[in-house]
């Protein structure tokens, strides 16, 4: 299989459901952002996570495909024959722990801080502001937007910055508060 198909030359692409629609249409917005969002996260996982943060941030990253994968399916053809693009109420709560138990080694905050620091933590804090904006494009879907992807985006958003602390404090880079 070659990984060129022309069929998107005109500016078109397919939904799995077959549905031809505009590459610029917010749908398939959604998903790219949700694609970036995982980009980014493997830049993050290229700059040597930890490995207790880099097997969850894998993890995401898997996660991250079953949501592109319901962004792109809006009839919810897919997700009733491939349990592996399914995302559930489970995952929204897997990050809540993975927030709580990496939160814990943290200073409290008491001041907005500036994203940078160690590479990998301005990496994850980019990756925080992707995820923000591919949550606003899954909100602008409404009322078609799924509930259970925005819990999940949002929850991730706050993990990413949970992550960012944590990675920058065991590099002992200091946090520069604003």
Known sequence: MKIYTRTGDAGET???DGT????????????????????FLGLARASDLDPDVDEPVLRIQRD?????????????????????AAVTDADVTRLEALIDRFE?????LTRFILAGGAPAGAALHAARTVC???????VSLSPTADGLVVRYLN???????????????RAGVAETEW
């Open 132 to 138: 923000r904006r591919a949550e606003r494009r899954v």
């Open 155 to 169: 929850r991730l958003s706050d993990l990413l910055f949970v992550l960012a602390r944590v990675v920058n404090h």
């Open 20 to 39: 031809r629609v505009s590459k610029a249409d917010a749908r398939v917005d959604a998903y790219g952002e949700v694609d970036e969002l995982n980009a």
């Open 14 to 16: 397919s939904l799995f």
């Open 64 to 84: 991250l495909f079953a949501l592109g994968a319901c962004l792109a399916d809006p009839a919810g053809k897919i997700a009733a024959r491939v349990t592996k």
């Open 104 to 108: 814990a080694e943290l200073p409290p």
